[in-house]
Nanobody
Framework: QVQLVESGGGLAQPGESLRLSCAASGFFFRTHAMTWARQAPGKGLEWVSSISDDRRHTYYADSVKGRFTISRDNAKKMVYLQMNSLKPEDTALYYC?????????RGQGTQVTVSP
């Protein structure tokens, strides 16, 4: 079955960086687009970024464009989210999701907290 394990979250100060990782297994990874989504306390699941199966196409929410970078390593079955210039509003539980949107399979999430 699909298994996604996110890691790399933690506590950061505004302006700092974090790199999230997602280890995928249980499906043919290299044929699937992958997405990062997040959920802030009391809010719904928000799409953050997606990457095509061949890494040629990447998309970002306006709120993170220019600060976050999505990437993947098909040989290692890994997806990454490099987060720079973090802001308090980036505080959320971050999920790795199969496919282009937020409705696919997802892992347990990794918490990112941005606070002075």
């Amino acid at each position: 079955q699909v298994q996604l394990v996110e890691s790399g979250g933690g506590l950061a100060q505004p302006g700092e960086s974090l790199r999230l990782s997602c280890a995928a297994s249980g499906f043919f990874f290299r044929t699937h687009a992958m997405t990062w989504a997040r959920q802030a306390p009391g809010k719904g699941l928000e799409w953050v970024s997606s990457i095509s199966d061949d890494r040629r196409h990447t998309y970002y929410a306006d709120s993170v464009k220019g600060r976050f970078t999505i990437s993947r390593d098909n040989a290692k079955k890994m997806v990454y989210l490099q987060m720079n210039s973090l802001k308090p509003e980036d505080t959320a539980l971050y999920y790795c999701v199969t496919g282009w949107g937020v409705s696919g399979s997802r892992g347990q999430g990794t918490q990112v907290t941005v606070s002075p």
